[in-house]
């Protein structure tokens, strides 16, 4: 530590693997790799300019390849940014997360927690063992972001190839590129270029005075089964029918275009309805906003629009919704309001 470090601010590192934590055998592949296999002292260790940024202290939360993402690792991550965010002398906390699920973890921080301090997510499209390795500079980023008086206020960032999105729009758009992270409605929430940071535009705020939902929601201790199914040419019901019979208590519908749904689709989800299934129509096309009927039939009306949210976020606020009250599986009306709120 420098002499003048101690008046840098205090930012903490929260790792759980992913590609950013990769290492690969050949420098020259960016694509046959292990995924979170470098522990994140030795991230933060690659990155000297950060001393300059800031004080940064790190915690190994986990080592996973976020594909394998699941709620206990949701509800441990949900404590430690619960814990770190109100430690006297935390300016913000930065999570290493990998690309594959960064998008549901961000909608579910988003969504749970107050973040009194910046909570920055970033990740790495290429490992840390890669020829121009793109997880160093994101890592700066993210602390420099997590830092700067300016993200506060502002909830769940993420920070990846110089970009800041607001973490419920964003979304992982591309398989292997380092600008694979868009949020397709709205734009970045801003840039970082070097120490220069600028947040362009403010996310929408929830008033949750004003809205039938919590400001956050509580972290479920027990999550109820809500699954994804996804409308297409000739689908059959029988994934329906057998997720009813195990007893799902929501479904989203990665529907076609403006929320369309296959009629046989369409049939067993009126069912599911019918059952007490809460029934999300979001959509697959990965951007847009599905549409609310001004006079649905009496099959659309007990489907509920996910927004502008996609699949994957809308299964995430669903579960925590139906975890505060599952008796919004049987009142369309409510949980649609839910949505539009959120
Ligand atoms: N499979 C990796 C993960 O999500 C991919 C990545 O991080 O880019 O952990």
Redesign the pocket.
Known sequence: MSASSSSLPRVVVLAT????A?SSGDPASSAQYQ??TVPVSQLVQAVPALADVARVETEQVAQ????DMAFGLWQQLAGRVAYWSVQPDVAGIVIT??????EETAMFLHLTQSCPVPVVIT???RPATSLSADGPLNLLDAVRVAASPDARGKGVLVVLNQQIHAGRDVTKAHTSAVDAFVSPNTGPLGYVQDAYIRFTRMPARRDAEHLPVPSTWPVPSTWPLAEIVVSHAQPGRVAIDALVAAGVKGLVVAATGNGSIHETLAAALADAAGAGVAVVRSSRTGAGHVSIPAHPSPRAGLFVSAGDLNPYKARVLLLLALAADPSLGFDAVRLQSVFAAC
């Open positions: 693997g992913g590609t950013i990769g995924a979170a996973i390849d976020s594909k997360h990998g690309t594959d699920t960064l990740a790495a499209m």
